[in-house]
């Protein structure tokens, strides 16, 4: 059964819709991470850590937020603009 033009563009919005809610929801998933990753560092220095003791863990989150901008710029690099 051939599909009308009507119908292909409603799939290619579907599908463009479902690709852009993937990206959201991935940068979502990271920022969280990494908004944890701070929350755990502040109370640790909140409880006595040193920032000596602690800055690993905060090197992960910053290095994770470096990351997340990158993905950012190459899905929009990637992305045809309308």
Not at 12 to 34: N, Y
Request: no cysteine.
């Amino acid at each position: 059964m051939a599909t009308t033009a009507t119908e292909q563009l409603a799939a290619l919005s579907a599908q463009v819709t479902k690709a852009r809610t993937v990206e959201e929801s991935a940068e979502l998933l990271i920022r969280g991470i990494s908004q944890r990753i701070a929350d755990a560092v502040a109370a640790a220095l909140a409880n006595g850590a040193t920032q000596a003791q602690i800055q690993p863990v905060a090197d992960l989150g910053t290095a994770l937020d470096a990351e997340t901008d990158k993905l950012n710029d190459a899905i929009t690099a990637n992305t045809p603009s309308a």
